[in-house]
């Protein structure tokens, strides 16, 4: 009888970031070679950043607003990749990630505390209903400029199922109102994955670890920095 075989894609051994740019009100594309040039200097692994470019099968972003983070994924999936991490055109990495893809590889998912911004001010009442979240529970507002998924874990496979289809239901990352007098706006696939990883209590990673331009040269509670959104220059 002929042994068996078994193999394994190699992407799935290798870390992946991806992120996508447009030019829109912002010059997102020079930013985004901006954010290739610095990861480069820390970061040990592939690239999937597209330009102008969707991802397969998106809709446009006036369609359906920010689909292309949840299929950006899908299409790293596909090409094999397991742990993958987005990164928004803007960011700027500054030291090795590492840490970050243990506690993606840990938890499933890895995202990080917008401080500040409790969801109950960013979610609309259909997004409400399609996730099922308690606002009773005062759910947590992620930061969607970096967000990674270890697709080989369990619950991190679980939760980007539930985003990816909701991307797709044409009424979650839509923008609907609510009837919560705290409401500002609705935030699309920050305020979807949000409530999804409460549901899922993930603990998010504390403000700092990314911060905001205004905390680059001051720090933030002496926290590691391993991102910081910058301004296009």
């Excluded at 870390?15 to 829109?24: D, E, H, T």
Aim: proline letters at 6%.
């Amino acid at each position: 009888m002929a042994k068996k075989v078994f193999t394994i894609n190699t992407n799935e051994l290798i870390p992946c970031l991806i992120s996508y740019a447009k030019n829109g009100r912002e010059p997102y594309e020079s930013a985004l070679d901006r954010n290739k040039q610095e990861a480069q200097k820390h970061f040990k692994g592939d690239f999937i950043y597209l330009k102008n470019q969707l991802p397969e099968m998106c809709d446009e972003h006036t369609v359906t607003p920010y689909q292309f983070k949840p299929f950006l994924f899908w299409q790293a999936y596909q090409q094999g990749y397991r742990k993958i991490l987005w990164m928004d055109s803007t960011i700027v990495m500054l030291c090795d990630p590492e840490p970050i893809f243990e506690v993606m590889e840990k938890r499933g998912v890895v995202a990080f505390h917008n401080i500040g911004h409790p969801l109950v001010k960013w979610i609309s009442d259909k997004a409400i209903e399609t996730t099922g979240v308690d606002m009773d529970e005062h759910p947590e507002q992620i930061m969607a400029c970096v967000v990674g998924f270890d697709l080989n874990h369990e619950k991190g496979k679980e939760i980007f199922d539930k985003w990816f289809e909701l991307s797709q239901d044409g009424v979650s990352f839509q923008n609907n109102p609510s009837s919560n007098p705290r409401f500002i706006a609705h935030r699309h696939d920050q305020a979807v994955l949000s409530a999804l990883l409460h549901i899922h209590k993930i603990p998010l990673l504390p403000y700092g670890n990314l911060i905001y331009e205004a905390h680059e040269t001051t720090g933030f509670e002496n926290r590691v920095a391993f991102f910081i959104n910058k301004a296009i220059k």
